[in-house]
């Protein structure tokens, strides 16, 4: 079809289709005409010539109505000698013709007016009915052409009106300096010379056709897509602003309004650009100056209270802990006064090359000012951040080389963890602030926590009474974390995951307050609560119709040694109907300190057909050999071999053996702590079973853990 359009053939048939239709017209009425005999052949030849010229005549409006009036005299002195019965033909024909010729109102009725006089002069010749029938119908067709003619002629009116208005919309929009190009389903059917130089086209033409989508850089073509089709399917404008790729493969920036238009008769987004590079440029460049440290390049202290803000945050919704470690030089001021202030801009810098180097990709180095610097540590343990303390200590060994000058410093450090020491960014970094000093006291060159308000022995108080008082008012929840099989994806099991907000201590972790709990005993009467809500929400999932899969549920050695362990687990299975094999105990290797009582219970356990695994495998009390004695069924290999893998290779040979030795003894191996694609990767390639992780997914409350569980699709794909 387009290629049809492209053809001259079409292209003069459509230009010149209404001179070819009104022509047939003018050959009707010279066919009647040959009738009136060889004398008047001359009257027909100068009606047909003269028709025909005002039929072709464009130009020219005047001339066209002057031989539009000789050729209509010339008919009307014809007309005496075409016999009557051909008159009506010839009169309709001509009101035809003259009402399209020459639109408007007056001409048809003119013409038609001449026509009733001439039936007139009939009147005495011609019977009364055939005279009054021609009268009727050339006043029905004068009045019906004339109305036609009238609105084709308000319709020729309006189109030049359009086309008028088009080119000079065309003219503005082609001598507009601002990049403008229409879209139609995805591909570039416009572009006015500024969109033709901003894209690096030679011409139009190569630009036309192509997808719209190519000129957008990758990061920026989902945003751009959704407010394209916002914009056709609701009729709107919108605003944005994106990066954009030359035909050259050169990044810029611009601002962009989409407006929905149409082109061709179609539905179009027209898109007007603005090219802001260079304002971006000097944006980030202001941002970077407001935000980072002009001597060091690090981030400044204003970016230090957004990122703690935003960490607080996060710990708070995934309810882990954060540090904040507070760096002081020591003896700076006598380097500065001995070397000069230069040389100590110049240690400064190193020490920031230094400190940038010894952390880690989530971790963060901010200049808090001075000689004084803050390191931002997210989900971290109590031992994370002693060890990062103690590297960050290390960078201080060797000697500074300050433009020939050998130069020995080291840093006290102070540490405050969120949520322990405080839960707002103020308070932690004044008490990190505090127990530098404390480091300082202490000889220098070392690291303190911070222990002025809130030593150990107070806050493992006010944890064991707000075990109490959360044991009775229900402050504890539960969330689950997916366990999927590595192979295909699907998550395959759920552990259950105690988690505790108090009112007044705010979110306290598990690894702070379960050993407390397992030191007063009170582990046991939590524990029973975590495994009978655990199974009263599995039923429920069960009842919605969600896939049945495995409840994994951690049991400390403490819960071993209640006698009551096996009947309270086997109580609650059959209280809430589940299957044995669906509930999952996850036991630690500890409970080897006592091997024969432990077999007993396992032994017990695994008769009323419950599955049993051994967490953190691989840190506690294993022997090879007793391995093969315990009735188990998983082994879940210990996160601190798995954040080790692909960065050491003596961990990897670890995890090889470990899962080697798992397959051959037919035990299903768990890999838990992923969080990164790459160790995903690793257990899949050595035939890990089972994958578990925040990579996976964090843990999550129940209602969240149900919809994953509702999906038909594998939950990961791996």
């Given amino acids: 079809m387009r290629q049809l359009r492209s053809s001259p053939v079409y292209r003069h048939i459509m230009r010149n289709g209404k001179a070819y239709l009104l022509t047939l017209l ?56 075409i016999d009557y019965f051909k008159l009506p033909s010839i009169m309709y024909t001509l009101l035809l ?28 010749t011609v019977q009364f009915d055939y005279l009054r029938a021609n009268l009727v119908g050339v006043v029905f067709n004068t009045v019906v052409y004339a ?6 002629r308000q319709m020729i009116i309006e189109r030049d009106r359009l086309k008028e208005s088009e080119n000079r919309y065309r003219s503005l929009i082609e001598i ?28 139009v033409n190569k630009l036309l056709g192509r997808s719209a989508l190519r000129f957008l850089h990758p990061e920026s073509r989902k945003n751009a897509l959704e407010h394209v089709n916002e914009v056709l399917e609701k009729g709107v404008s919108a605003r944005m602003e994106q990066r954009y790729v030359r035909l050259d493969g050169q990044v810029r920036s611009c601002e962009l309004v989409l407006v929905a238009t149409n082109y061709g008769g179609k539905p179009a987004c027209m898109s007007i650009g603005k090219d802001i590079t260079e304002r971006k440029k000097a944006e980030e460049k202001i941002n970077h100056m407001a935000y980072h440290d002009t001597l060091t390049g690090l981030p400044n202290r204003s970016y230090l209270n957004e990122c703690l803000y935003m960490a607080i945050e996060r710990a708070e919704q995934t309810g882990s802990q954060l540090a904040v470690l507070f760096l002081d030089l020591d003896r700076f001021k006598n380097i500065n006064d001995t070397v000069g202030h230069i040389y100590g801009d110049l240690l400064l810098r190193q020490v920031a090359e230094r400190l940038r ?25 109590e031992d994370g951040v002693r060890v990062q303390a103690q590297a960050v200590l290390d960078q201080f060994k060797q000697p500074f080389q300050l433009h020939g000058h050998e130069v020995y410093t080291t840093t006290s450090i102070g540490i405050s963890i969120y949520p322990q020491d405080g839960m707002d960014r103020d308070v932690l970094i004044k008490h990190a602030d505090m127990a530098m000093y404390l480091s300082k006291e202490n000889g220098k060159n070392n690291y303190q926590y911070y222990r002025v308000h809130n030593n150990r022995l107070a806050r493992k108080l006010k944890l064991e009474n707000g075990l109490r008082r959360a044991l009775e008012k229900q402050l504890f929840t539960l969330h689950y974390q997916p366990q999927i099989n590595l192979a295909s994806g699907e998550i395959v099991g759920m552990e259950a995951l105690i988690r505790w907000m108090d009112p007044e201590l705010g979110v306290v972790t598990p690894g702070e307050f379960i050993p407390i709990a397992e030191e007063t005993g009170l582990i046991v009467p939590i524990g029973k609560w975590v495994l009978h809500t655990a199974c009263h929400q599995y039923k429920q999932w069960r009842e919605a119709g969600l896939p049945e899969i495995r409840l994994a549920v951690n049991i400390s050695v403490r819960q071993f040694q209640d006698k009551q362990l096996v009947s309270t687990i086997q109580s609650v299975l059959e209280e809430f109907d589940m299957n044995p094999g ?81 397959r051959h003894l037919k035990f299903q191996l768990i890999g838990e702590g992923i969080e990164h694609e790459r160790q995903i990767h690793f257990l899949q390639e050595h035939q890990c079973t089972i994958g578990q992780g925040f990579f996976i997914s964090p843990p999550l409350s129940s209602e969240k853990a149900g919809e994953l569980l509702s999906r038909k699709q594998p939950f990961v794909q791996v």
């Fill in 26 to 81: 003018v050959l009707t009425i010279v066919n009647n005409l040959f009738s009136v005999g060889q004398d008047h052949m001359i009257k027909v030849f100068v009606f047909l010539t003269t028709i025909l010229s005002a039929v072709f005549l464009r130009k020219s409006v005047v001339l066209q109505h002057i031989l539009a009036s000789i050729a209509y005299i010339t008919l009307f002195t014809l007309l005496h000698n």
């Fill in 97 to 124: 013709l003259y009402a399209f010729l020459l639109p408007g109102l007056w001409v048809p009725t003119i013409v038609g007016a001449g026509f009733l006089l001439f039936l007139l002069t009939y009147s005495s």
């Fill in 147 to 152: 109305a036609l003619s009238y609105f084709f």
């Fill in 176 to 203: 507009c300096p601002e990049p403008i190009v229409v879209q139609q389903k995805g591909k570039l059917v416009y572009a006015n010379p500024a969109a033709v130089q901003s894209l690096g086209a030679e011409d």
């Fill in 357 to 381: 180097a010894c952390l880690g990709p989530s971790d963060t180095v901010f200049r808090h000012s001075g000689d004084e610097f803050v390191i931002l540590l997210e989900g971290v343990t």
């Fill in 582 to 662: 669906h509930l999952e105990l996850e036991i630690t290797e500890s409970i080897m300190q006592n091997l024969d009582q432990s077999l007993v219970i396992l032994t017990a356990l695994k008769k009323i057909g419950v599955k049993l695994s051994i967490d953190d495998f691989g840190t506690g009390y294993s022997s090879l050999f007793l391995l093969d004695k315990l009735p188990i069924d998983h082994i879940k290999i210990d996160r601190t071999f798995i954040e080790e893998i692909t960065f050491n290779a003596n961990t990897e040979a670890i995890v090889r053996t470990i899962i080697d030795m798992g």
